[in-house]
C-alpha cells in the first residue's frame, strides 16, 4: 500500500494518540478513585484492555502512514530475467559460449543443430559425455549481446537476421538454419555483434517451412508453390523460369542473401506470360529484374497466380523493375 499525504497522516497519528491518552487517563482515573461498585477488577481489565486496544491500532497504522522499508538484507527465490537451465542429452557436451538448441521430441538441450529450438548461448562448460539423459543442466544466457563470427559480414549488414547451422557456425542463409537473433552492430569483416532473444525474437522467414537455395538456373513448377527460394551472388543474373501461368504455381518467393550489391535476380515468364506489380508496367516475355547496384540481403519478391494475364506480384522489397 503506498503511503498516504503527509497532512492527512499527521492527523490520524494525532486522532489515535488521543484516543490512546483517553484510554490512559479513564485507567488512572479508575486506578484513584476507584468505582463506585463492590467488585473493581472487571472495570480495571476493562480499562486496560482499551488501552491495549488503541495502542495496537495505533502501531497496526505506523507502515501505512510513514512506510516500513527494510533495514537489512533479505534473500529472496527469483531467476536472473537473461538466464534459464535446460536438461542436457545423454552422452554429449555443450562447450562455453556454445548456440545450445532444444530437441522438439524429448525437450533436452544439445549443441545447436537444425531443427532445434535455439535457446540461448551456454554460459558455462556442460560435461554429461557419462550421464544419462537429464544428469546435469546446463546454463545459458537466453537474452543479450554476443560477438560472433558472421560468414560473409560487411557493414551494411545491420538490422540483418543471422542462423546458426551448429553451436559455432553462423550465417545470413535462412536454408537449413536456425534462427538466432540480428545484427546489432558491425566489428570487423565477417565478425558482428548479434542482438539474440530466444523468448521474443522471431525469424522473419519463419512462415516459410520449405526454402532452397539457389546458385545457378531454375525453372519453377506447381511444386515450388509457397516455398522461399534463396539467392546467393553464385546465382547473379542467372535465369530463373516461371511456367505458364496456367500451371498453378501460387505463393513463390525469391529472396537475395548475399551482399549489398553483389546480386541480380531475374525472373523470366513465359512467352505470352507478363508479370504485374506495383509500378511495373505489364507486358509478355519481359523479365521482373531485382536492381543489383542497390541489392541488399533480405530483397524479395512474393508472385502470387494471377489471371490469364499472367503473375501478380503480392509482396516485394528493394529497387525491382521490368525489362525494357
Same mark, same amino acid.
Given at each position: ?12 497519528? +494525532?486522532?489515535? %494518540? ?6 490512559? =487517563? *479513564? !485507567?488512572? $482515573?479508575?486506578?484513584?478513585? /476507584? ?102 543442466? +546446463?546454463?545459458? %544466457? ?6 560472433? =563470427? *558472421? !560468414?560473409? $559480414?560487411?557493414?551494411?549488414? /545491420? ?122 508496367? /505489364? ?42
Amino acid at each position: 500500500m503506498k503511503k498516504i499525504g503527509f497532512w492527512s497522516g499527521m492527523l490520524l497519528v +494525532v486522532g489515535l %494518540v488521543a484516543l490512546a491518552v483517553s484510554a490512559v =487517563a *479513564v !485507567t488512572m $482515573a479508575d486506578a484513584f478513585t /476507584g468505582p463506585t461498585v463492590s467488585v473493581t477488577a472487571p472495570a480495571e481489565e476493562s480499562s486496560l484492555e482499551s488501552l491495549g486496544s488503541a495502542l495496537a491500532l495505533l502501531f497496526s497504522m505506523l507502515p501505512f502512514v510513514f512506510g516500513i522499508t527494510l533495514a537489512a538484507n533479505k534473500p529472496r527465490a527469483f531467476e536472473l530475467g537473461t538466464r534459464n537451465d535446460f536438461a542436457v542429452i545423454a552422452a554429449d557436451i555443450i562447450y562455453e559460449g556454445a548456440a545450445v538448441g532444444i530437441v522438439a521430441a524429448s525437450g533436452h538441450a544439445q549443441p545447436l543443430a537444425n531443427p532445434n529450438r535455439f535457446a540461448g548461448f551456454a554460459e558455462a562448460k556442460a560435461d554429461n559425455s557419462a550421464g544419462a539423459a537429464a544428469a546435469i543442466n +546446463v546454463r545459458v %544466457v537466453e537474452s543479450g549481446k554476443i560477438q560472433l =563470427a *558472421v !560468414t560473409g $559480414a560487411v557493414i551494411t549488414d /545491420g538490422g540483418q537476421p543471422v542462423y546458426a547451422t551448429d553451436d559455432d557456425t553462423f550465417t545470413f542463409n535462412p536454408v537449413a538454419g536456425v534462427f538466432v537473433g540480428f545484427v546489432h552492430r558491425f566489428v570487423s569483416a565477417g565478425v558482428a555483434i548479434v542482438a539474440f532473444d530466444a523468448l521474443n525474437y522471431q525469424d522473419p522467414w519463419a512462415h516459410y517451412t520449405v526454402r532452397e537455395l539457389l546458385s545457378g538456373v531454375k525453372t519453377f513448377d506447381a511444386e515450388d508453390t509457397g516455398k522461399l527460394f534463396v539467392v546467393d551472388s553464385a546465382g547473379d543474373g542467372a535465369a530463373l523460369t516461371l511456367p505458364a501461368i496456367a500451371t498453378g504455381l501460387d505463393g513463390l518467393t525469391i529472396m537475395a542473401v548475399s551482399a549489398f550489391g553483389t546480386t541480380q535476380i531475374k525472373i523470366d515468364p513465359a512467352a505470352v506470360d507478363m508479370i504485374l506489380g506495383p509500378d511495373i508496367t /505489364g507486358a509478355d516475355n519481359k523479365d521482373l529484374l531485382l536492381t543489383k547496384a542497390t541489392q541488399r540481403r533480405g530483397d524479395f519478391v512474393t508472385l502470387g497466380l494471377g489471371d490469364a494475364d499472367g503473375y501478380s506480384v503480392t509482396a516485394l522489397r528493394g529497387i525491382w523493375a521490368r525489362e525494357a
